[in-house]
């Protein structure tokens, strides 16, 4: 064993794989948070509304994703998106186009996986949506509709800033959460990454250098950086918390 000093990391600065990890990781992040957070909102909405009946049941079949072994959903995925015979190529074939290959397809592949996040995780964040939404007292949406307020100005003035810290939460855990996204692209492309390593995640390049090629200490590296990346998002969230005081 030979002690290499701060080589790692000098050569983590310089290993362009390691970029490109961040850089997919930050696509992913973007392409799978975004949408998740509008759906997890109107499905809680819509829980909440009173015209909605068998909630409970709603709450239930909506949470189901988050508790199904991901295994299992990346073997749905995998057929949903499958090159050849998937359901989404099939219905873009009937619609005139070519089929796509999704696995070998750097936005594709990136799409794949997004996929897969928001389905597993929107009926986890509605839930805790919901929850927030359950505080908001009824008196407040009375005393806005006796002074003529719209439907409009009562989600944007009462229910959004009144929604804040939850919507915060929710921000910050699926920031996190992002950064550490690892098993969905190691089902659906395998270690490598896939072609071009289009699906390499940070986390995945941390496991593939440290746990397939036996570089420990390149790993630890590796760690080190995500660690250094969390900590600069938590400071951007931070900013955000700071602002809302």
């Avoid at 089929?99 to 995780?121: E, P, Q, T």
């Avoid at 699926?174 to 395998?190: K, R």
């Amino acid at each position: 064993m030979e002690f290499v000093g701060f080589r790692n990391f000098e050569y983590l600065l310089k290993d362009p794989l390691f970029w490109k990890s961040i850089a997919n990781t930050l696509i992913i992040w973007i392409l799978s948070t975004i949408p998740m957070i509008i759906l997890a909102l109107v499905i809680a909405f819509l829980l909440n509304s009173a015209f909605v009946k068998f909630s409970g049941l709603y709450k239930t079949l909506y949470f189901l994703p988050n508790v199904t072994a991901i295994v299992s959903v990346a073997i749905v995925f995998g057929v949903i998106f499958a090159p050849n015979y998937g359901l989404i190529n099939y219905f873009v074939t009937l619609l005139g186009f070519d089929a796509i290959d999704w696995h070998n397809n750097s936005f594709g592949v990136k799409l794949a996986i997004s996929a897969m996040i928001i389905w597993r995780w929107t009926g986890y964040n509605a839930i805790i949506f919901l929850a927030g939404l359950q505080k908001i007292s009824g008196d407040i949406y009375e005393a806005a509709k006796i002074d003529g307020a719209s439907s409009f100005q009562i989600f944007t003035k009462i229910t959004i800033p009144l929604l804040k810290p939850v919507l915060l939460f929710v921000v910050i855990t699926s920031t996190i959460g992002g950064m550490q996204t690892f098993v969905e692209p190691q089902l659906l492309v395998g270690n490598s990454g896939g072609a071009g390593g289009e699906g390499l995640t940070i986390v995945l390049y941390l496991y593939q250098q440290a746990f397939v090629k036996n570089l420990y200490g390149y790993g630890s590296a590796i760690a080190i950086g995500l660690f250094f990346i969390i900590i600069l998002f938590s400071l951007i969230n931070w900013k955000f918390v700071q602002r809302k005081g």
